[in-house]
């Protein structure tokens, strides 16, 4: 960028709004969710078109819509002043600094559709077991509540439904203690346990993690305050929400555990396909070998500006002009 500016390589970004219905309500430790909003943003760039996404997820994120549409237009205004991602929101974090990556020449080549990415599925409460559900190495069950007996019984209707090649990993939501967990393992085939992800609500507990269990564990939302001069015995993989901690710890935390020789798994918040493409194109750029955590776009019921590259689907494609426009940025 010769002139200094950190768009130089811009000719132009327009925004647009979505308020998409989602398939079913789904679950979340936020409550209900059937309905997804956010703002998509077209890059008009040497590179040619280029979308990014914000849309914070309400208590995951505090900003709103429209707080992020004041932001982008204070930040993407400033040309000459580079704004730094890890002082921005994290859903503005990735509207701006998921195209600045995919700008910078080191990054030059984008992902594809035969990307060496694999995707862990996703199965809700309630959901069935489709085929398409079956093509994936491994499925993500949210368990339902603290009952032992219920989450028992549905891990082990799943063992016996699913082929033995299909792992399990166990999404706890930080709501377990170490005795209930015990008593959880000791009644389901463990083996087909991948890894059990964020059973306890603090980082301590995980500390003595192998005395008390053979299953290992993933951090969820305690992987941004995971360091690396940590230790944890046990740890199987690092589940970095981007959403959740901004793009630019995101970045700091995928190095830091692969350097450490962690797995790194991406987790969408059931962001749309223009999001899920910019993990896809991560998740190759970073080489994770881990199955990704990026199978939400099932509860979509349209794509918007873009096809997902990971997920061959048959839904519509709702164009970015056919959205509700909310101005020119640049």
């Not at 707080?67 to 509207?95: E, F, N, Y």
């Not at 290992?216 to 929400?241: E, H, N, R, T």
């Given at each position: 960028?010769?002139?200094?500016?950190?768009?130089?390589?811009?000719?132009?970004?327009?925004s647009?709004?979505?308020?998409?219905?989602?398939?079913?309500?789904?679950?979340?430790?936020?409550?209900?969710?059937?309905r997804?909003?956010?703002?998509?943003?077209?890059?008009?760039?040497?590179?040619?078109?280029?979308?990014?996404?914000?849309?914070?997820?309400?208590?995951?994120?505090?900003?709103?819509?429209?707080?992020?549409?004041?932001?982008?237009g204070?930040?993407?205004?400033?040309?000459?002043?580079?704004?730094?991602?890890?002082?921005?929101?994290?859903?503005?974090?990735?509207?701006?600094?998921?195209?600045?990556?995919?700008l910078?020449?080191?990054?030059?080549?984008?992902?594809?559709?035969?990307?060496?990415?694999t995707?862990?599925?996703?199965?809700?409460?309630n959901?069935?077991i489709?085929d398409?559900?079956?093509?994936?190495?491994?499925?993500?069950?949210?368990?339902?509540?603290?009952?032992?007996?219920?989450?028992?019984?549905r891990?082990?209707?799943?063992?016996d439904?699913?082929?033995?090649?299909?792992?399990l990993?166990l999404?706890?939501?930080?709501?377990w203690?170490r005795?209930?967990?015990?008593?959880?393992?000791?009644?389901?085939?463990?083996?087909?346990?991948?890894?059990?992800?964020?059973?306890f609500?603090?980082?301590?507990?995980?500390s003595?993690?192998?005395?008390?269990f053979?299953?290992?564990?993933?951090?969820?939302?305690?992987?941004?305050?995971?360091?690396?001069?940590?230790?944890?015995?046990?740890?199987?993989?690092?589940?970095v929400?981007?959403?959740?901690?901004?793009l630019?710890?995101?970045c700091?935390?995928?190095?830091?555990?692969?350097?450490?020789?962690?797995?790194v798994?991406?987790?969408?918040v059931y962001e749309?396909?223009?999001?899920?493409?910019?993990?896809?194109?991560?998740?190759?750029?970073?080489?994770?070998?881990?199955?990704?955590g990026?199978?939400?776009a099932?509860?979509?019921?349209?794509?918007?500006?873009?096809?997902?590259?990971?997920?061959?689907?048959?839904r519509?494609?709702?164009?970015?002009?056919?959205?509700?426009?909310?101005?020119?940025?640049?």
């Amino acid at each position: 960028m010769d002139s200094g500016h950190w768009l130089d390589s811009v000719q132009r970004i327009d925004s647009w709004y979505y308020d998409e219905a989602l398939t079913v309500p789904i679950a979340t430790r936020f409550g209900p969710l059937s309905r997804r909003q956010g703002l998509i943003l077209r890059w008009e760039t040497d590179k040619g078109i280029l979308h990014s996404e914000a849309a914070p997820f309400p208590g995951l994120n505090a900003d709103t819509v429209d707080h992020c549409a004041v932001a982008l237009g204070i930040h993407i205004g400033r040309t000459k002043q580079r704004p730094q991602l890890s002082q921005l929101t994290p859903a503005v974090s990735l509207a701006i600094g998921s195209v600045l990556m995919q700008l910078d020449p080191v990054n030059a080549h984008p992902v594809t559709q035969t990307a060496p990415i694999t995707v862990c599925g996703l199965l809700s409460e309630n959901s069935p077991i489709t085929d398409a559900l079956l093509q994936h190495p491994c499925i993500k069950v949210k368990l339902s509540g603290l009952s032992i007996q219920d989450n028992s019984q549905r891990i082990r209707d799943l063992c016996d439904r699913l082929p033995p090649t299909i792992a399990l990993r166990l999404d706890c939501a930080g709501q377990w203690n170490r005795q209930q967990l015990q008593q959880l393992l000791a009644t389901i085939p463990t083996e087909r346990i991948d890894y059990i992800e964020d059973p306890f609500s603090q980082l301590s507990d995980y500390s003595e993690w192998s005395a008390y269990f053979d299953v290992p564990f993933a951090l969820d939302d305690m992987a941004d305050k995971w360091q690396p001069d940590w230790a944890l015995s046990g740890l199987a993989a690092l589940v970095v929400i981007p959403l959740a901690m901004g793009l630019a710890r995101a970045c700091e935390q995928i190095t830091a555990a692969t350097d450490q020789q962690i797995p790194v798994v991406l987790s969408s918040v059931y962001e749309s396909s223009v999001q899920l493409n910019f993990y896809a194109w991560l998740a190759q750029r970073c080489h994770l070998s881990a199955a990704q955590g990026l199978d939400t776009a099932q509860y979509w019921q349209n794509d918007i500006g873009e096809r997902p590259l990971l997920v061959a689907n048959n839904r519509p494609l709702i164009q970015t002009d056919d959205l509700e426009y909310r101005g020119r940025l640049l």
